[in-house]
């Protein structure tokens, strides 16, 4: 890579860096909520990355600091001890490569030989020559020291080639990095032939050859249509899959129409890889409710943050220059024996 190319993409990363933190001594604490995670600039939605690094809790997001709508994803970042007070930090990443120029979407993060490692989704959208517009959405690393992250040079290290046949290479994203012994995993969302929503699970030794190892679950057209921002992990002796699934269709009280967030509990085998699990459930039954992300602390409880908004309902007050709420940290446990039913 040219030196002054090099320096353009380093400039995207500082100007919005310099960009939040203007903004943010000008900013009226009192204008903002006590004890929820907002931007300090711009459009904030999904939670990233909420992982913990070095004995503090961080908490990336979906972010443009430049207006209060939607537009190309950057991460923000903040970190707590405590889940009650949140400290700023610097804008983490922003959409400055050929392969992720068009947004750093959705991710996680986890903790490995001092290193805090970053796993997103890198749009890239480009004119062919019949003058059509291809989207194509990999998974790329970063990897830093809680405040500045570099990109992994193999970069995009998973790309949609990799899923089964017929699967979208448009609808690929939101990777959940976790580490088992000596092998990561990862679980990415996606589309099947169908057109419906699907969870990958990918494997790697080193977080940067990736190999697929099958479809973990799908919807086949049961739980709306892409699954976004899934989460895996074990709580109270369970396996649970959480997903945010797209246009969904209102069944009673259980779900609504449009953008929902379920969980599946149930048995994972760790050699098999097979999830077996039973009927979905909604997390939270409020309508501005999107994207939860879970990490677990260091004294073994699970705890969930997620995007206090829903895309058809706009929360903040129209004079403010940030627009995006998380919900208040909750920890899971799981009561009574309902989520077993058969699906």
């Not at 400055?96 to 989704?121: N, P, W």
């Not at 602390?297 to 943050?305: A, E, H, L, N, P």
Request: one cysteine or more.
């Amino acid at each position: 890579m040219s030196e002054t190319r090099q320096k353009a993409e380093n400039d995207k990363l500082m100007q919005a860096r310099i960009y939040e933190q203007e903004k943010w001594k000008q900013s009226n604490p009192e204008m903002r909520p006590v004890f929820h995670v907002t931007p300090p600039v711009g459009w904030m939605n999904d939670p990233n990355g909420f992982s913990l690094y070095q004995g503090e809790y961080h908490l990336f997001f979906q972010y443009h600091p430049y207006s209060t709508v939607w537009g190309p994803m950057h991460w923000g970042h903040c970190k707590t001890t405590d889940f009650i007070r949140w400290e700023q930090l610097p804008c983490a990443l922003a959409p400055d490569r050929d392969y992720d120029g068009q947004g750093c979407f959705s991710g996680s993060a986890v903790e490995q030989d001092g290193k805090h490692i970053l796993m997103y989704t890198s749009v890239q959208e480009r004119e062919l020559e019949d003058g059509t517009r291809q989207i194509r959405q990999t998974q790329s690393i970063a990897a830093g020291d809680g405040v500045n992250y570099v990109k992994a040079a193999q970069n995009p290290v998973i790309g949609a080639g990799a899923l089964p046949e017929g699967s979208s290479l448009e609808d690929f994203r939101d990777p959940r990095i976790w580490k088992e012994k000596d092998t990561f995993y990862a679980v990415i969302g996606s589309r099947s032939a169908d057109g419906s929503g699907q969870i990958a699970l990918f494997s790697s030794v080193d977080a940067l050859q990736w190999q697929f190892e099958r479809i973990l679950d799908r919807s086949d057209n049961r739980y709306g249509s892409m699954w976004e921002c899934p989460d895996f992990f074990r709580l109270d002796q369970k396996q649970v899959l959480i997903v945010s699934p797209q246009l969904m269709q209102a069944e009673g009280l259980e779900f609504h129409n449009g953008n929902n967030s379920i969980y599946f509990v149930g048995e994972y085998g760790e050699e098999s890889r097979e999830f077996l699990r039973g009927k979905g459930h909604a997390i939270d039954y409020g309508l501005d409710f999107y994207a939860p992300q879970t990490v677990e602390t260091k004294d073994g409880r699970r705890v969930m943050i997620g995007w206090l908004q829903s895309w058809d309902n706009y929360l903040t007050p129209e004079t403010a220059d940030w627009s995006g709420v998380m919900t208040v940290p909750r920890e899971l446990s799981l009561k009574g024996e309902d989520w077993c039913r058969p699906r």
